[in-house]
């Protein structure tokens, strides 16, 4: 399963017709028709119902919704994770007395 395709069908129960959804998310409306018909492939049951008033989830898009919704935001939340660690905002900062370094003389006491 491609990285695209949960963000694809969660625009499309939002927007529940394919040219808004395809607007939405900046693509055209056919390649969203083939990457949806991609996913339903790919999961093994049909995922919207289509109909002339719109797209809505069958029970089985309900329930991938479900997951896929939590999966985004853990892709959302792992990228902000990483940006952070890169800037250094992350991580354990130890202060206390500085210990010599092996076969290095420590400071000089009174």
């Known amino acids: 399963m491609e990285a695209r395709h949960p963000r694809y ?3 499309l129960a939002a927007h529940e017709r394919f040219g808004r959804a395809a607007g939405a ?3 055209a409306q056919p390649p969203l028709s083939k990457q949806i018909a991609d996913l339903e492939r790919e999961v ?3 995922l919207f ?3 002339r008033q719109g797209v809505l989830p069958t029970a089985a898009g309900e329930a991938f919704l479900a997951r896929a919704r939590r ?3 853990e892709m959302v939340a792992a990228t902000v994770d990483a940006g952070r660690a890169a800037r250094g905002e992350t991580g354990r900062l130890r202060l206390g007395p500085a210990r010599p370094a092996a076969g290095r003389p420590g400071p000089v006491r009174p």
């Open 9 to 11: 069908a969660g625009a």
């Open 71 to 73: 999966a985004l935001d």
């Open 44 to 46: 093994g049951a049909r």
């Open 49 to 51: 119902d289509r109909t």
């Open 25 to 27: 998310l900046g693509i």
